[in-house]
Structures are given as structure tokens and as C-alpha cells.
């Protein structure tokens, strides 16, 4: 397993740094029952979730004096070599399974620039990314979900409860975010899913990203791609760790503003205001290619 470990990481591009922290993880991991355990019945029991703190995983982890962050980018990979047979056996090839793994890369990226660890600390995502609900169809990675509030108007339909829908997720693996790319994300979302309801709720559909940033940037362009349907603020400056990195807890005079994004943002938080998120639908016309509010 160490050199499945070692291969996949330089596969996809792992900095040796983190190569190596991982590895002697296992080390660490290998022979634990408990460990070892979870991963051999991931796929046996619905129930095991790695992605909490307090469960079983993080509990390994402390026992082990080992960084729960670190724990889990180590059993995602060990259990990426199982999901390679679960891909193939369902009729996927290994260059689909090897997209879908890339979201790794980038979580653990996220994970080092935020906390200085190699690692995943983001929670609830990866255990549907590894039971193939969960799946990257160009830039934009997507799941399904149902809908349950008060009828709304979409693209010239109206959404009821029961109706299903494709829900988003935007990894910030850097790869261009332009409409080109996202139609063509889209379009394979929908051909994949054979769905054309899709749903974000993200903060990158906060309504005052439209007064802070600039019309022409791929932000607001992917903003109108969705009819919003609602907004809401957080308590905190939480979310800000997606712009800001380990500095997202500086007070915001201190705050990095080497990016146009990141001026916009520092200025809002100086001004007193509040990051926020936003939920939007539209409805994916695959004759024109292009969404409809």
C-alpha cells in the first residue's frame, strides 16, 4: 500500500513535501485495527463516516498523537485504490477515476494554506465523492439533490417539492472559470445525470459580489448564470479562509489585498459589512447550451 501511497501522490503532482508527510503516516497507520477496519468496511457499511471530529477516524488519530487533517488525506488515498475497482466495475474508465480523485490535490492545497498541514480539514464532502454519488464533470463537481420548499419559477417551469435536482460544487483548483468552460461543465452534468434542474448555494453567488467586483470578472458572469432565489450573511469571518488563506482571521486593515478579489473583500469587511452566501437555480437548455432564469 506505501508505494500505491507514494505512486498516486506523484501521480497527481502531490508536492514531495506532502508525499513524504503522508507516507510515514501510514507508517503510523498501518497496523491499526481500527484503521484498518474502516477502510475495509467503507464499502460495506453506509453508516461510517470518517469526515467528522469526535468520530471514529479523528478518534484514531488522536490516539495515535497524528493530525486528524493528515489521518484523513491518508485514508481518502488508501481508499481511492478500492474506489479504482468500484469505478471500473461500475463501467467508469480509469481516466474518469483519475479526474475525480484530482479534487484531493486541491482540498489538501486548501488544508496546507489554511493551517500549515498536509491534509483534508474540510468535512462531509469526500464520503460522497467515495460512495460515487458525488462526481467531476469538467471544472465543476456535482451531486444530486431533492427539493423541498415553496413552488418557484425556473427557465419557464415551475419546481415543486420532490423535484430533483443537480446540486454544484466549485473546487478552487485554479483551472479557468470563464462561461466556455462552465457551459461545457454544465452540458456534461446534464448528459451524465440526464437532469436539467441544477442548484448552488455558494458564496460566490453573495448578492454584493455584484457591488464589489467588477462586472467583467468570472464571478459575477457565473452570478448570472443562476435566478437567486436566497441570500444570508455569516456571524463571522468563517468563510474567508477561501480568499484569504491562514490570514483570514487578521484583522481586516491587515488583510492581504493583492488581488483585485481580495481588496474587494477587505474593504467590505472594513466597512463593517459581512461575507454572505447565496442559493440560485436554472434550468440547462441543452439545443441552445446556455441557462435559463
Not at 175 to 187: G, I, K, V
Request: hydrophobic share 35%; net charge negative; charged share 30%.
Amino acid at each position: 500500500m506505501k508505494n500505491y501511497i507514494c505512486e498516486f501522490m506523484q501521480e497527481q503532482s502531490f508536492p514531495k513535501e506532502a508525499v513524504g508527510c503522508v507516507c510515514n503516516a501510514y507508517e503510523v497507520f498501518k497496523d491499526d485495527k481500527e484503521f484498518l477496519f474502516l477502510l475495509e468496511n467503507f464499502y460495506n457499511d453506509e453508516t461510517i463516516n470518517v469526515d467528522g471530529e469526535k468520530g471514529p477516524l479523528f478518534q484514531i488519530a488522536e490516539r495515535k498523537g497524528q493530525s486528524f487533517y493528515t489521518a484523513k488525506l491518508l485514508f481518502y488515498i488508501c481508499l481511492s485504490k478500492e474506489l479504482k475497482k468500484e469505478y471500473l466495475k461500475s463501467g467508469f474508465d480509469e481516466d474518469f477515476w483519475r479526474e475525480n480523485m484530482a479534487d484531493l490535490h486541491c482540498k489538501m492545497m486548501e488544508c496546507f494554506n489554511v493551517h500549515g498541514v498536509w491534509g483534508i480539514f474540510s468535512a462531509g464532502w469526500f464520503s460522497s465523492v467515495f460512495r460515487m454519488k458525488t462526481f467531476t464533470l469538467g471544472r465543476m463537481c456535482y451531486n444530486t439533490g431533492i427539493y423541498d420548499g415553496e413552488d418557484i419559477h425556473i427557465g419557464g417551469r415551475t419546481v415543486t417539492n420532490g423535484d430533483e435536482f443537480i446540486s454544484i460544487h466549485i473546487p478552487s483548483n485554479g483551472r479557468p472559470f470563464d462561461a466556455y468552460t462552465r457551459l461545457d461543465s454544465y452540458r456534461r452534468a446534464y448528459e451524465f445525470f440526464k437532469i436539467s434542474l441544477f442548484r448552488c448555494d455558494s458564496w460566490l453567488l453573495y448578492p454584493k459580489n455584484k457591488e464589489i467586483l467588477d462586472k467583467r470578472s468570472n464571478i459575477v458572469s457565473f452570478m448570472d448564470d443562476f435566478k437567486l432565489i436566497k441570500s444570508y450573511e455569516y456571524p463571522d469571518n468563517r468563510i474567508m479562509w477561501r480568499i484569504f488563506g491562514d490570514k483570514y482571521l487578521l484583522p481586516c486593515e491587515e488583510l492581504p489585498r493583492n488581488s483585485s478579489l481580495r481588496k474587494a473583500y477587505a474593504d467590505l469587511l472594513c466597512r463593517g459589512e459581512r461575507p454572505g452566501s447565496g442559493v440560485g437555480f436554472f434550468v440547462y437548455d441543452l439545443k441552445n447550451n446556455e441557462t435559463l432564469k
